[in-house]
């Protein structure tokens, strides 16, 4: 009863005139995102913390989640009419959405894509809806030592996920706390690593840090290669757009199942809206009748991924607004924002300011509402979009980061941070480094390094004290059984090969 | 990838070396409990030890005749410094140009000097960006923005 109290009362919020303007914004600039290849959610949303700054915070923060859920249904047009995915998320719907639209079934593919992404959306809402509350009033009893074994195992589960190779992802996960460590210590008001600049005081920027990681790296990058592409033309009138009575059948028991499984995979840290369309792929093509179709433009091979993707960006909501702990590089970036606005994530956000967290959850139904109908009767629109030539978006994103940055603290020297991550960016990218647990530490470095010491002291420097409090003995396990899964794999093949030799 | 990995190995090796120093300059404990330089230190001293791992891991793979560095060679190259200079003389020149001078000059310098797009294109979004730009942020959001000596 209570929830439903709250979440009449987050409508009531939700609903005003502002609230809804901004909420369609965030929805259509996030539709615009995912359909621009070469700037995915995470650049989106980064981009407009600077942007929102005069905003209130609900407002700002609703705009900006309607950017990451605009960008998991935009993706997929991109995907679907000239086989490059708008952001990472969306790879998977390439395969078989491409296929379709060469076999003439652009329409049906792009329709269902907006409903799949509809239905799991709005499951992964309704799934938040009853978790989070819960969850939060469980985290609620967390001391520092629950916090900073809650905050590792994120830390510890996104690095090793990330990328291809762990021991790079561990490093760029010190990196980025290395750099949170930098400004004057909260704790004994100490100055480290700021070398001089007086600007360096308050740490480096986090929006110029996160822009220049994601969007002024990646422009770089795209330099390297030709962004020229083959679009396939298709008329799409609103009927054609509609899948007929097979296509539900084929795809309704996937869409539920990957909405399922991604809302609770993107509750954990570290598995993120791509990694879920995979898996919601790969989970389809093992419980279908016929496998061999995969690939081949089978309209499940857009719903799975679809759903999956929108479910994930749902689920990783959860941690970020019942536990303040974000699970993947958009909602680093998000929980980013949240303190920028000087709200302070945690298990205490649904007490002391539940009209912002109820106002937010109910503009996600109004969101995907709004989506449906961007997504929908106005696909041709986006897909003309994608003629305007990548050529000229590359100035406008360097213009708009660099401006962005500059507004958030009327600072010069915000830009030069913003210049040496993007330079930093590109060498990691090149080198194989995710970039994502850069950001991510860097969110949740000061809370690490509050509740390591504050752990410490409490227990006058005894390590023990992480494992002889249960919640954080379980936390802290599964961190370092995740760190030293490869080491037990590289142990077992050994004994592998010893076994194959004798 | 194997030589780029020593080489990466070895750069951090040595940006950890430095992050330790600067941790270790730091009082080690406060009053209560562990100081301003416990964390850094640590950080520095994992990061160490990662890095030689990758050290160790990239000289123990063969020696490929195909290990190509992951960098562009060429027009590529250019481009991505060009784009690098563009950028950093953009923040140099923001508060003499001002606003709306800077960001059409370097729109159009990553046009026509980087993307080689035709003059006409150029201009047009060129003007179109900045002027667009001075709409959403001064206009709109309300943003101060620079100013060069005549005021715009």
């Known amino acids: ?502 | 990838m194997r030589r780029a990995d020593q080489i990466t190995g070895v750069i951090v090796l040595i940006f950890s070396l430095a992050v330790i120093e600067g941790g270790r300059r730091m009082p080690p404990s406060g009053t209560f409990g562990p100081g301003a330089g416990f964390l850094p230190f640590w950080l520095g001293a994992a990061m160490a030890i990662l890095s030689i791992i990758l050290l160790v891991n990239a000289t123990r793979e063969p020696v490929q005749a195909s290990d190509r560095s992951p960098f562009p060679r060429g027009r590529a190259v250019l481009a991505i410094l060009e784009t690098i200079g563009g950028l950093a003389a953009f923040i140099l020149l923001l508060e003499t140009l001002g606003f709306l001078v800077s960001i059409a000059l370097l729109t159009a310098f990553l046009l026509r000097c980087v993307e080689r797009v035709r003059w006409l294109t150029t201009a047009t979004v060129a003007v179109g960006n900045a002027i667009g730009m001075f709409v959403v942020f001064r206009m709109l959001l309300g943003v101060s923005l620079p100013k060069n000596i005549f005021g715009f």
Request: aromatic letters at 10%; one cysteine or more; glycine letters at 10%.
């Open chain 1, 1 to 502: 009863m209570d929830i439903f109290s709250n979440i009449l009362m987050g409508f009531g919020v939700a609903l005003s005139a502002q609230n809804l303007l901004f909420c369609l914004i965030g929805t259509i600039y996030g539709t615009l995102i995912g359909v621009l290849p070469g700037i995915g959610p995470v650049v989106g949303v980064a981009i407009l913390i600077p942007i929102t700054f005069g905003l209130n915070a609900t407002t700002a923060i609703i705009t900006m989640a309607g950017v990451y859920y605009g960008a998991m249904y935009g993706g997929s047009t991109t995907s679907i009419l000239i086989n490059v995915p708008g952001e990472s998320a969306s790879v998977v719907t390439c395969l078989d959405g491409y296929e379709m639209a060469k076999k003439g079934r652009a329409a049906p593919a792009l329709g269902m894509a907006a409903l799949a992404s509809f239905i799991a959306g709005t499951l992964a809402v309704i799934l938040l809806t009853f978790i989070a509350p819960p969850l939060a009033n469980v985290a609620l009893s967390f001391g520092p030592p629950e916090y900073f074994a809650l905050a590792f195992m994120g830390l510890t589960l996104v690095t090793s996920l990330a990328g291809e190779s762990m021991v790079k992802g561990l490093m760029s996960g010190i990196f980025g706390l290395v750099v949170a460590c930098v400004g004057v210590d909260a704790v004994s008001g100490e100055e480290r690593f700021t070398f001089g600049f007086l600007s360096l005081l308050d740490g480096a920027g986090f929006i110029s840090v996160a822009v220049g990681l994601f969007a002024v790296s990646e422009v770089l990058c795209n330099l390297e290669e030709s962004m020229e592409q083959i679009f396939i033309r298709a008329k799409f009138s609103l009927r054609s757009l509609f899948p007929n009575r097979q296509d539900w059948k084929d795809s309704l028991a996937p869409i539920f199942r990957c909405s399922f499984m991604a809302f609770f995979l993107g509750n954990l840290p570290g598995a993120g809206a791509t990694i879920a369309s995979f898996l919601g792929y790969a989970m389809e093509k093992k419980l279908s009748k016929h496998p061999e179709k995969f690939g081949t433009g089978i309209i499940e091979g857009v719903a799975a991924p679809e759903a999956a993707n929108n479910a994930a960006a749902g689920g990783s909501m959860v941690p970020l607004l019942a536990l303040g702990i974000p699970s993947s590089g958009t909602s680093a970036v998000l929980l980013g924002a949240l303190l920028v606005h000087g709200l302070k994530p945690g298990p205490l956000l649904f007490q002391t300011s539940p009209e912002f967290v109820w106002g937010l959850i109910a503009s996600m139904y109004i969101a995907n509402i709004m989506l449906l109908i961007l997504n929908l009767p106005l696909v041709g629109l986006w897909a003309s979009l994608l003629r305007v030539p990548y050529k000229i978006l590359m100035p406008l994103i360097v213009t708009i980061s660099a401006v962005g940055v500059f507004t958030t603290d009327n600072n010069i020297f915000d830009m030069w941070v913003m210049f040496v991550f993007g330079i930093i960016g590109y060498l990691m990218r090149k080198l194989k480094f995710p970039a994502a647990p850069v950001v991510l530490a860097l969110v949740l470095g000061p809370l690490v390094e509050r509740t390591l010491r504050q752990s410490l002291t409490i227990s006058h420097g005894d390590v023990t004290i992480f494992f002889t409090r249960p919640i954080s003995a379980v936390l802290i396990t599964i961190a370092l059984v995740s760190l030293c899964a490869p080491l037990l794999r590289g142990v077992m093949d050994w004994r592998k090969k010893v076994v194959e030799i004798s």
